[in-house]
């Protein structure tokens, strides 16, 4: 803790040119003051809202000439060119009505994500400050979004299986800030990261741009984090059933020198202890169940420090990262008769990474480099014999090992991961994007049930790395016309050790991808747009290797790939002055080739085999009346069915479902919001969820199979109904929310027929102080 | 009181009245099929194995059943079948010992089951009410329970059985019932993680128990043999006088054991539990694949058998030369110079070939006569067998023409005819004729 204090005063004492306080005021076009407005100075990260008089000050700001933007719920977005120096005066922005931007008004179109959602490409943009009070999970915001299913069960902690538009597992990709998640925290997931510290969720539906993308095939997720560069302070504590706490605190400070420090931790626990229906071994029959070995605990602390709208740098940022969990384990991929009661898993991460972004030539070139080390280890533990029951009682003996077979390992991962983006502005509308991504992984480990004279497997050190450059166009060709296409070369190299020999073996390959997107508008308010991408994904260390014991190396694996196509239309309108409403309607086509495979033979090696096509389409509106009352939908349908298989014997096969996968569902929400209940700027929420997920099957089935006649092989009609409600206290810079989930108490279930909680329920407190 | 005195009566008047001998008798329909046969098959892809079964109410000849036309399942495989009804794991594919019937609607539907604590492995009819099953990881398991009414009878102590203890699994694959005697005998499987799927012992164990006091006997042993029984539906048989016959499957060759030069114990033998003894007869050993001439192979498999009468079995042993290819690849193996993906060649080659053929054995004479109406078929996956009317219906399954099915043999005449064809569905698991 020394070393970043010292750092913080030596900075601190530097002194770098002269600067002034900017202060203004945010009204409307009618004149009326616009309290809680986001003030920024674009490419910095100067920001601060407007209290409740509409007034915004903006300290310490060095001489110069910026782009000052404001925004607020309601009104377009207006930004304009200032000149900072020694006589400045008050600065006055008019915020006009939206009544041509009705997407303003949905909680997940704004700002920034709003930007994103109108590109070429098919993306789906959520700030997460705006659903935070209503979700405490990640995975919870992305299963609301059309074409999107995540499959996990209700157990805090428990590995989450994203399926975008049909794809899923290893096919999508999360990403934090653009680098990987699988080389930042191999065995993390996405649902375990703080919300806190995230600003925004980009989902990309099939086609990824070069400053994201590596080897996704169908589509990605990438969270951007929340990096503030001023004084705040923040803190918040989730009580949720089945003993559930989430907290997090956070407190950033910031000099005149444009100097910060952010500290952050958090911490996670839950018993995951929900009843769900189960096999009770010893009385033979099912019954209702409290889980009883799943608990999960996680603690993450964080600390980041830079410098920010400098000359020579428009952000310079180290932060560094340390986190440790530990997961019970309840159940494999789907419930059997009887439980785990003894396996877990330890895992423990540090990672530091180091950001800079810097424009030149007044913002035509912009470079942003990150680059990231982290080391993670992972124990996992699966030594007993005893076979527990459902309720919890050990009722007898078997082969040791309840999960995989008897286990007890560590692993150890060492990451290195450096991107490079630049982007040039060749001329108004016309920019190429440049991006460089390389990675490395090393993967070791110990295996503790070998014997001193057997040699270990997990010894050997065995490493991955890829590079992926790519480079990008985006336009807009005319008025009507944006235009984007990149091409991306992947390279990678493998170092793996042979399971026969424990001989090192090398795989080296690379190739090429493309992809474009188009997008023409009919009127501001209609747009079609289509795009196009080949993906790739290389395959894993285990799958070109093997594992060291019953799964053989097969370096003649090809990385699976896919055709992913889009075809989508947007609109939006302003019916009348109280009523707006705006939708999105996609239809999407893949073909995933290649697919890899573990068979199930005497000898087992990963294959690749199948070829698997999907096609479906999606949509969401949302209906906005006088401001207050909001209803948001959305509906997807798709079909995924074989479309060429490796073994002849299995041609017959072409046209049928792939199962574990949903093929209708959809969502309904509608919400009312009141502003100044008990004070000018408080704010009300009540709202009520409803999702339906139609029957599907979880197994392969024959032509004459359906739900009524053969329920057994699908998971059931599944209707939830969520309510909830949030209050925020302006004065006392304080939100509470409080939901109620599943309050029907339906049977809800994962895409493997796990059980899902009933009814429960959270409380959240945040306390957010935005600048002192 | 007096009131429910005389209403009593009234009913037994009225109960007396309703068994007039002279009413037809009534005859409870069944809830399920007791007729035609029930065909399952398996396939393999992407998304996981599929268990396809259906009812057919006669077999169908050489007219191409569609299996994808019949009903899919998590898991099916029947371990042991008794009148219309089988016994195997749950549908779901979970440790249960499930007791299946097939529905009038051609469906499979659960009957009853109780839970096992590890993987079902055998199951062995003996009568009406006792049978007895044992699972896969618990080592030296035996339960019984009553195949009427699936109750668990508890387990047999075996705690004095054999047990190799450096290996992670003792368990029995397969059992034999002699009623001559009312004795059982268990075949032991022994397994240890630390090497490839193999047996993990160059002896063979069998456990001998008394039934009638349902308590072990005694573990009896031979010297120079490996794996017991292992694939197909019955892998020891026995005949009318209770002589025991134990087919040995022979090894895979992953521990290195190749060609003639293997090990005695690596190549299929059948040994002999003489009819009124407890003990190996010693000097009873029989290669089929070596009396068929395939001495050379380099492994030599024999998998499944099912008994007819006087001395003749049927089994689906290791019949054609390896290719030069294969050759080529062992040769590498020997020197030590194979890489992985020659191995996965080889041994995929060995495995999954239509190599295999069915054969008729004499066991007294240990003489072999191929049926030669039934093709080279690849029989490693599902060699079971079947005797229905004094019949036998044999599993075949040949990639080249993208088929799988049943031939039926009739012993009188010496021929086979294709009864069951599966054009669309995998590979052909089950025959299974349904009885009262």
């Not at chain 2, 046969?37 to 393999?44: D, G, K, T």
């Not at chain 2, 694959?173 to 397994?191: E, G």
Request: proline content about 3%; hydrophobic content about 40%.
């Amino acid at each position: 803790m020394k070393i970043p204090i010292i750092f913080l005063l030596i900075i601190s004492s530097a002194c770098f040119g002269q600067q002034v306080n900017l202060e203004g005021r945010v009204i409307s076009d009618k004149n009326t003051i616009i309290p809680f407005a986001t003030i920024s100075l674009k490419n910095t990260k100067i920001a601060t809202v407007t209290n409740e008089q509409g007034k915004f000050e903006l300290k310490d700001i060095p001489f110069g000439e910026y782009t000052i933007e404001a925004s607020s719920v309601g009104y377009k977005t207006q930004a304009k060119r200032i000149a900072v120096n020694a006589s400045q005066t008050p600065i006055e922005i008019i915020l006009l009505d939206a009544s041509q931007e009705l997407a303003e008004v949905s909680v997940t179109a704004e700002k920034t994500s709003k930007v994103q959602e109108q590109r070429a490409i098919a993306i789906k943009s959520i700030e997460i400050k705006d659903v935070i009070a209503q979700n405490t999970l990640l995975t919870d915001i992305a299963d609301r979004i059309s074409g999107v299913r995540i499959r996990r069960s209700s157990s805090l902690g428990e590995k989450s299986d994203i399926s975008i538009n049909g794809m899923r597992g290893n096919a999508i990709r999360v990403y934090i800030d653009g680098l990987p998640m699988e080389f930042m925290y191999p065995n993390f997931d996405i649902s375990t990261l703080p919300l806190s510290n995230i600003k925004r969720m980009d989902v990309f539906k099939g086609v990824l741009p070069v400053d994201v993308g590596t080897d996704a095939m169908g589509g990605a997720i990438n969270i951007i984090t929340e990096q503030k560069a001023h004084s705040h302070l923040r803190a918040s504590y989730s009580l949720g059933s089945f003993n559930t706490h989430l907290a997090d605190f956070e407190v950033g400070l910031a000099n005149k020198k444009n100097l910060f420090l952010n500290v952050n931790v958090a911490h996670n626990y839950s018993d995951n202890d929900y009843k769900m229906k189960a096999f009770v071994f010893e009385k033979n029959k099912i019954e209702t169940v409290r889980r009883f070995h799943d608990k999960y605990k996680m603690t993450f602390g964080g600390i980041s420090m830079g410098v920010h709208s400098k000359k020579w740098a428009d952000e310079l940022r180290l932060a560094a990262n340390i986190s440790s969990g530990i997961k019970e384990l309840q159940n494999g991929a789907r419930i059997s008769s009887t439980s785990i009661g003894e396996a877990n898993y330890q895992a423990y991460n540090y990672s530091v990474n180091l950001k800079y972004e810097k424009s030149f030539f007044n913002e035509k070139l912009k470079i942003n480099n990150i680059a990231n080390y982290s080391f993670q280890a992972l124990d996992y533990v699966d030594t007993t014999a005893n076979v527990y029951s459902w309720s919890g009682k050990v009722v007898g003996k078997n082969v040791k090992g309840e999960y995989l077979g008897e286990s007890n390992y560590t692993t150890y991962y060492n990451n290195k991961i450096n991107r490079t983006t630049l982007s040039y502005l060749i001329a108004k509308n016309h920019k190429l994007l440049f991006s460089n991504l390389i990675a490395n992984q090393k993967l070791t480990g110990q295996d503790y049930l070998k014997d001193k004279d057997e040699r270990d497997y997990l010894t050997i050190p065995q490493f991955l790395t890829k590079n992926i450059v790519g480079i990008q166009y985006d336009g807009n060709l005319t008025s009507k016309i944006t235009f984007s296409t990149a091409a991306k070369r992947y390279d990678y190299v493998l170092n793996g050790a042979e399971n026969n020999t424990f001989e090192l073996i090398k795989k080296k390959d690379n190739f090429w991808s493309w992809n474009t997107g188009f997008k023409y508008s009919f009127t501001d308010n209609i747009f079609a747009r289509i795009s196009y991408e080949k993906g790739y994904l290389i395959p894993f260390f285990e799958q070109f290797v093997g594992n060291g014991a019953d799964i053989v190396r097969n370096t003649e694996l090809i990385p699976e790939n896919s055709d992913n196509l889009n075809l989508g239309l947007s609109l939006s309108q302003v019916v009348s002055n109280d009523l707006k409403i705006s939708t999105n309607i996609n239809a999407f086509w893949r073909e995933q080739y290649n697919i890899i495979f573990l068979g199930s033979g005497v000898v087992k090696r990963y294959d690749n085999a199948d070829q698997v096509n999907t096609l479906g389409f999606e949509g969401d509106l949302v209906l906005n009346f006088k401001k207050a009352f909001t209803w948001r939908s959305n509906i997807t349908a798709l079909r995924k069915r074989f479309s060429a298989l490796k073994d002849p014997r299995n041609a017959f096969l072409v046209g049928s479902i792939f199962p574990n996968n949903p093929t209708f569902f959809g969502n309904t929400e509608l919400d009312w919001q009141k502003n100044g209940l008990l004070n000018t700027a408080d704010k009300f929420r009540v709202y009520a969820f409803y999702q339906f997920v139609a029957p599907f099957n979880h197994i392969l089935i024959g032509q004459d199979d359906n739900f009524k006649n053969n329920a057994d092989a699908f998971v059931p009609i599944q209707n939830r109904l969520d309510v909830g409600t949030s209050y925020r206290f302006a004065k006392q810079n304080l939100t509470a929310a409080f939901n109620i989930n599943n309050i029907l108490n339906a049977e809800l279930f994962d895409n493997f027929l796990v059980p899902r909680a009933g009814i429960n329920f959270n409380l959240k407190l945040i306390f957010e102080i935005n600048k002192f | 009181m007096k009131s429910k005195i005389i209403f009593s009566g009234f009913l037994m008047a009225f109960a007396l009245i309703a068994c007039d001998k002279n009413e037809p008798e009534v005859v409870e329909e069944s809830l399920y099929k007791e007729s035609g046969y029930l065909v399952a098959s398996i396939n393999e892809t992407t998304a996981g194995n599929s268990y396809y079964a259906g009812h057919l109410d006669a077999l169908t000849g050489s007219t191409p059943v569609d299996m994808t036309t019949k009903s899919t399942y998590n898991f099916f495989y029947s371990n042991a079948k008794w009148k219309n009804f089988m016994f195997g794991r749950s549908l779901k594919g979970e440790n249960f010992l499930t007791k299946i019937a097939v529905d009038k609607a051609g469906k499979l539907i659960e009957v009853a089951s109780f839970p096992t604590l590890g993987v079902l492995n055998s199951v062995k009819i003996i009568n009406d009410n006792l049978a007895i099953y044992t699972d896969f990881g618990n080592s030296n398991f035996v339960g019984m329970f009553n195949p009427t009414t699936m109750e668990n009878l508890g387990v047999i102590d075996m705690s004095k059985a054999k047990k190799i203890a450096e290996n992670d699994r003792n368990f029995y694959i397969n059992a034999t019932y002699r009623k001559q005697d009312n004795k059982l005998f268990l075949y032991l499987v022994t397994d240890s993680d630390k090497t490839s799927q193999y047996y993990d012992a160059t002896d063979i164990f069998v456990e001998v128990v008394n039934m009638n006091t349902k308590q072990w006997e005694k573990t009896i042993t031979y010297k120079g043999a490996n794996d017991p029984t292992a694939r197909g539906g019955e892998n020891s048989v026995i005949d009318e006088n209770g002589n025991i016959y134990i087919f040995t499957q022979g090894t895979y060759g992953l521990d290195g054991s190749l060609g003639p030069q293997a090990p005695k114990y690596s190549r299929p033998q059948i040994l002999k539990i003489p009819a009124n003894g407890t003990d190996f007869d010693a000097n009873y050993s029989f290669n089929p694949v070596n009396v068929l001439g395939q001495t050379n192979l380099l492994v030599q498999l024999m998998l499944g058998a099912i008994y007819d009468s006087n001395g003749i079995a049927y089994s689906c042993i290791s019949a054609q030369s390896e290719s030069p290819r294969i050759f080529e690849l062992v040769g590498k193996f020997a020197q030590g110079i194979i890489t992985e993906a020659e191995f996965f060649e080889l041994r995929s080659s060995i495995f999954y070939s239509p190599t295999q053929r069915w054969v008729k054995l004499d066991l007294n004479a240990k003489t072999v006569t191929p049926i030669a109406d039934i093709p080279l078929t690849a029989g490693f996956g599902y060699p079971v067998a079947y005797k229905y009317d004094g019949k036998f219906y044999m599993q075949y399954n040949t990639p080249s023409d993208k088929t799988s099915g049943f031939y039926e043999y009739t012993p009188s005449t010496g021929k086979a005819t294709k009864v069951v064809s599966i054009t669309n569905g995998g590979i052909a698991t089950d025959l299974l004729k349904l009885e009262k």
